[in-house]
């Protein structure tokens, strides 16, 4: 079946320093989303990338789409202690009832 | 606007007992979503609704996992019975249709211990 895999599974940065998280899926994906997990808390809804080869940015966070559509990345910009969390990939295969398949996620814990 | 809600929020079983979380999605929301999301890991899907219809379910162990939406609004998700391995936090996901480009939008989860 689909599988997602995310690098790295931990990251611990200095506030300031940049952070990426890598996802990689074994099959062609129509999309992918992202998601933010606090410590304790639920998943939450960054962005969505649909086309080949898209980069979208929010504020510090840039979201790159590769041009084969089966990886991804989010980089981040001076990371500040609120970004502390787990970051999902997350991939949809087209056709599959639109089911999305979540990585194991990257833990990011950000020493102020 | 308010939230997807779960309840109860913990849960703790001996292994052979039955449980049962509710799920209220946001209002409007046609599709609903239960994963299991075990310690370090990512969400798993176990079953999607759409309306009260189920539209994927390949992960849910039915020999023990059960679910319903009876009248297209809230679910319940049952295990009966509970195996150690079960010990996971359930969470309750709810979009506005089913489609590749609509936003999960998940609720607090259930914490499950079975000892």
């Known amino acids: 079946g689909q599988q997602v895999m995310q690098i790295p599974q931990y990251q611990h940065v200095q506030e300031g320093e940049d952070f990426t998280t890598y996802c990689n899926s074994s099959t062609t994906l129509s999309n992918i989303q992202w998601y933010k997990q606090r410590p304790g808390g639920h998943p939450v809804f960054l962005i969505q990338?649909?086309?080949?080869?898209e980069v979208k940015k929010q504020k510090r966070l840039t979201f790159q789409f590769g041009e084969a559509k089966k990886n991804s990345s989010l980089h981040i910009t001076a990371t500040q202690t609120t970004d502390v969390g787990t970051y999902f990939c997350a991939g949809r295969v087209g056709g599959s009832n639109y089911k999305l398949t979540f990585g194991k996620g990257t833990l990011l814990t950000v020493n102020p | 606007e308010a939230g997807v809600a779960q309840s109860p929020r913990y849960k703790i079983i001996e292994k052979r007992q039955s449980v049962a979380f509710w799920c209220n999605p946001i209002?409007?929301?046609?599709?609903l979503y239960w994963y299991q999301q075990i310690l370090g890991q990512g969400p798993k899907l176990l079953i999607q609704f759409q309306n009260n219809g189920v539209v994927d379910d390949s992960q849910l162990p039915k020999d023990r996992f059960s679910a319903e939406r009876l009248k297209g609004v809230d679910s319940t998700l049952k295990i009966q019975p509970a195996k150690l391995e079960d010990s996971a936090v359930y969470l309750c996901?709810?979009?506005?249709?089913?489609?590749?480009?609509?936003?999960?939008?998940f609720g607090p989860g259930t914490r499950l211990t079975v000892t």
């Open positions: 209002s409007g929301h046609a599709t």
């Open positions: 996901a709810s979009s506005l249709v089913t489609g590749p480009n609509y936003e999960q939008y």
């Open positions: 990338l649909v086309k080949s080869g």
